[in-house]
Each structure stands twice: as structure tokens, then as C-alpha cells.
């Protein structure tokens, strides 16, 4: 039976799923080595945006949910440990694994006891890292709790921005765990949620993380690689013609969001997209398969966004003024990791223009902070909109879409087609 439950890596996974299980009336302790963010935790605070997350950490905050200086404190006593720390990209495109690896040495280093804890990979891993990576390093520790600790992939599917509602209403769980102690556990865990709990085989789990995720970098790739050509043949609506696309009864019964990774934009981003499908295709590549799909997928998401600059530099002289409409990966979220707004303004930066000025309505601060390029920033989209010679949304906020539908006075470069004909029509490129 279950005493209590770890978190461990209190980002965008790791806060939803302590807060998730404290709904679920399991006693949760969370750490982070990130003291500013634990600080801001404490105080109630969310470090990012994410809508529903904030009424949870207020309802369970020293209640179900506490918050631990450190992992020894976090883990003494707790059944499950959730390691949900980051995998970011190495330098080749692989999976990073030292953040994972040395939050699993801090567990094992931090178990004083033979109680059994089942150790739970909740980061995304290419498959095959608990098996031939994790495994092996904790039967290499010296410490002797290493061989007790049991090892399980769960991997997570949530989407950020909406990010508490698919923690407690997921279509399915998986879970890869070999051992029936670490089963059960991760069953008893998940039992109140309404969805199948699929128990697989570690590297099973982790493969249908690459599965899903590099499945809907595809759909991405190949609806831009289309808009790319549509753009070269001319007068084509995208919009039109996409929606058309889906209206294919092939697609129906599929979540109606599956078909909005089959459109275009201006290339994906965000933390887990690029990354996962880097790191799969390295793998590939290390395995001696070879995947030119996954590498194609990678090349044409560069691709769109050269595209990107160049619709906007087709339409704008360097003198002028562009305001670009948009910072974070997507909207509803204040994400600005890998975000296309980046690649697309250092682009142009690259390319002499100067005279930028950017807005999102959640991201500014994020993005200014972490990127620090040498463009303004707008208060508000009419304030951008009004001091710009051409506007370019780059994120689809609902917000722009009001505000410039139906605006005819000056060139919007609209690389998430989202606003309705004749303003996509008059910047397409002639053939
Ligand atoms: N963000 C998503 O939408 C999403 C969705 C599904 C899966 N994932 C995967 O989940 C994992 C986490 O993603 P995220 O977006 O939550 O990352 P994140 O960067 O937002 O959060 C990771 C947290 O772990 C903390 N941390 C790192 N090392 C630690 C240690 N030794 N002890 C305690 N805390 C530590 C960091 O300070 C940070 O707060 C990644 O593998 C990611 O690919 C992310």
C-alpha cells in the first residue's frame, strides 16, 4: 500500500503530477534544486503559467502537498519516487541524461532503510534507458539500496496549457515496470483515474512517448512541406483547403485536436517536440537504422522557418518597422523554449532588420529574460500593430485573430493562418 509520494523536479510534469495525485488523497512531498523556484512554490505562487494548476497548489499546499528542502527529506518513507526532472537535447541531438542520472543517485544515496520504493521514470527517456542505462548504474552503486530500488517508466502525456485537466483525465496510462511490487503500486497509484492503465515493459513505455510525440512532429513537418508548396504554386487558401483535409471521415472519431498537428505554421517548438525527435533520430543513427523520415521531419521544421523569414522579408524592407505578434511555442502558454518566434527574429536580425518590436500577452518577460535580443517590446498587439509598417503573427492567440481579422490597412504576414482570407491571399508569394 502506498505511504506516500515523491516528486521529484517540480517543472511543468513534475508540479502537475504531485498536485494531481494530492487530489487523487495521496500525501505528496515535492522538491526542486531550484530554490527560487521552491521559494515561489511556497508562497503559493505558480513559476509558470498553467490554468487550473493555481487552485490546486493553493488547495493542497501544506496539505496534501509539501514541499521538501531536499531529496533525503522528500524520499524518506515514500513508496513511489516520481523523477520528473529534465532530458534536454545534448550536443548531438541526444537525450541528456545527466540531470535523470543524478537525481537517481541522490535517491538511492538518500534511502537509509530497506523499505522498497519503486523509482519511477516520468522524464521523457529514449527507449531503452532503464533497461540499459538506469538499471545498470544502480546495481553499480555502492550503496546496497540500488538493489532494492524497483524501476518503472511512466511516461507523461500532458499538454501544457492545458496541462491539469489531461493529468487527471488521461486517455490512457502507461506504465512499463517489470517487477509485480512496482505494479501494483503504480496500479494502486493510478486506480482513481478513469482511464486504461496499459502495463508494458519499461522500454515499451518509452517507446510510445517517441511514438506519440514524434508522430505529431510529422503531421507537423508534412502539413508545412505542403504549405511550402502551396506558397510556390499560388492562390491557394490554406485554410480552406486544410480544413477540407480533415474533413475526410477518416479523421473523425480522432480527437478533434489530432487534426491541428495536421496544419501548418511556422515549424514546432516548445520543450518536448524538437528535442524528443532529435533524440530518436540519434538514436536511429547510433542503432544503424535509418530513419530519413525522423531526420526530414527535423530538416523541414528548419526549413518552414527560413520560409517564414523570407515571407516576411518578401513583404517588408529592412527600414521598416515589423512587429511580431507572438513569443511563446503556442497559445495559452508562456512557454518560450524552442520557441519559432526565436528562430524567426534572430533571423531577420541576421538578415539587417532592426526595427522590431514583438509582443505575446503571457510570454514578453520569458522571452526577453532568456533570449535577450536586441528588438523592443510592445505593452499591447494594438499598440505593435499601430507603430508597425508590417505585422506578422508567428503565435495563433485568439487575441490577434480578433484584432486583425478583417484589418486591410497594412501587410500581415499570418504564418499561423489563422486569420481568414482575402489578408493570407495578398501575401502569398507569386509563383
Ligand atoms: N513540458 C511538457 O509539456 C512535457 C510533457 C510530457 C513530458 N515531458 C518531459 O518531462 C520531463 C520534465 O519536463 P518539464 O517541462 O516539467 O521540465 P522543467 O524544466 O519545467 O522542470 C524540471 C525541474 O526539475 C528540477 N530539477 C532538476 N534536477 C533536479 C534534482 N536533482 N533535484 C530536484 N529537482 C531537480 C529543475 O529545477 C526543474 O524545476 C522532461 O523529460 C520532458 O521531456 C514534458
Known amino acids: 500500500m502506498i505511504q506516500a509520494i515523491t516528486v521529484i523536479g517540480l517543472g511543468f510534469v513534475g508540479l502537475t503530477t504531485a498536485?494531481?495525485?494530492?487530489?487523487?488523497?495521496?500525501?505528496?512531498?515535492?522538491?526542486?534544486?531550484?530554490?527560487?523556484r521552491l521559494a515561489r512554490l511556497a508562497a503559493g505562487q505558480l513559476p509558470f503559467h498553467e490554468p487550473g494548476l493555481d487552485d490546486a497548489l493553493r488547495r493542497h499546499l501544506g496539505k496534501g502537498f509539501l514541499l521538501t528542502p531536499g531529496i533525503a527529506e522528500a524520499v524518506r518513507g515514500s513508496s513511489l519516487v516520481f523523477l520528473c526532472v529534465g532530458t534536454p537535447s545534448g550536443p548531438d541531438g541526444d537525450a541528456d541524461l545527466s540531470i535523470l542520472l543524478q537525481a537517481a543517485r541522490e535517491v538511492v544515496a538518500a534511502i537509509d532503510d530497506v523499505a522498497p520504493v519503486v523509482l519511477v521514470i516520468k522524464s521523457t527517456?529514449?527507449?531503452?534507458?532503464?533497461?540499459?542505462?538506469?538499471?545498470?548504474?544502480?546495481?553499480?552503486?555502492?550503496?546496497?539500496?540500488?538493489?532494492?530500488?524497483?524501476?518503472?517508466?511512466?511516461?507523461?502525456?500532458?499538454?501544457?496549457?492545458?496541462?491539469?485537466?489531461?493529468?487527471?483525465?488521461?486517455?490512457?496510462?502507461?506504465?512499463?515496470?517489470?517487477?509485480?511490487?512496482?505494479?501494483?503500486l503504480l496500479a494502486e497509484a493510478y486506480a482513481g483515474f478513469a482511464a486504461p492503465v496499459e502495463r508494458v515493459t519499461p522500454t515499451e513505455a518509452e517507446f510510445i512517448k517517441y511514438l506519440s510525440n514524434t508522430l505529431l512532429a510529422t503531421l507537423i513537418s508534412f502539413a508545412n512541406e505542403m504549405s511550402m508548396i502551396a506558397g510556390r504554386v499560388g492562390g491557394i487558401d490554406i485554410r480552406r483547403t486544410f480544413g477540407i483535409?480533415?474533413?475526410?471521415?477518416?479523421?473523425?472519431?480522432?480527437?478533434?485536436?489530432?487534426?491541428?498537428?495536421?496544419?501548418?505554421?511556422?515549424?514546432?517548438?516548445?520543450?518536448?517536440?524538437?528535442?524528443?525527435?532529435?533524440?530518436?533520430?540519434?538514436?536511429?543513427?547510433?542503432?544503424?537504422?535509418?530513419?530519413g523520415l525522423l531526420e526530414q521531419v527535423i530538416a523541414t521544421n528548419a526549413a518552414i522557418k527560413r520560409a517564414a523569414i523570407d515571407r516576411i522579408t518578401a513583404t517588408a524592407g529592412p527600414a521598416q518597422m515589423i512587429g511580431i505578434l507572438g513569443l511563446s511555442f503556442k497559445p495559452e502558454s508562456d512557454d518560450v523554449r524552442e520557441s519559432p518566434s526565436l528562430d524567426i527574429i534572430a533571423g531577420l536580425l541576421e538578415r539587417g532588420y532592426r526595427r522590431i518590436v514583438a509582443h505575446d500577452p503571457m510570454a514578453t518577460a520569458n522571452f526577453a529574460e532568456s533570449y535577450r535580443l536586441p528588438i523592443e517590446y510592445?505593452?499591447?498587439?494594438?499598440?505593435?500593430?499601430?507603430?508597425?509598417d508590417v505585422v506578422v503573427i508567428a503565435t495563433a492567440w485568439c487575441e490577434y485573430v480578433n484584432l486583425l481579422t478583417g484589418v486591410a490597412d497594412k501587410p500581415v504576414v499570418d504564418l499561423r493562418h489563422c486569420l481568414k482570407p482575402p489578408i493570407d491571399d495578398a501575401e502569398q508569394p507569386t509563383p
Open 19 to 36: 498536485l494531481g495525485f494530492a487530489e487523487k488523497s495521496f500525501r505528496v512531498r515535492g522538491v526542486d534544486k531550484d530554490s527560487r
Open 378 to 388: 510592445g505593452q499591447s498587439a494594438r499598440e505593435v500593430v499601430d507603430c508597425s
Open 245 to 291: 483535409l480533415h474533413g475526410d471521415k477518416r479523421w473523425h472519431g480522432a480527437p478533434a485536436a489530432m487534426a491541428s498537428y495536421a496544419f501548418p505554421g511556422c515549424g514546432f517548438g516548445g520543450y518536448c517536440l524538437p528535442k524528443d525527435t532529435q533524440a530518436i533520430a540519434h538514436l536511429a543513427r547510433r542503432l544503424g537504422v535509418e530513419a
Open 125 to 184: 527517456v529514449p527507449p531503452g534507458t532503464t533497461r540499459d542505462v538506469v538499471a545498470p548504474l544502480l546495481r553499480s552503486l555502492p550503496d546496497a539500496a540500488g538493489e532494492s530500488v524497483a524501476l518503472a517508466a511512466n511516461p507523461e502525456f500532458l499538454r501544457e496549457g492545458c496541462a491539469w485537466d489531461d493529468f487527471l483525465r488521461p486517455d490512457r496510462v502507461v506504465v512499463g515496470v517489470d517487477d509485480d511490487r512496482g505494479w501494483a
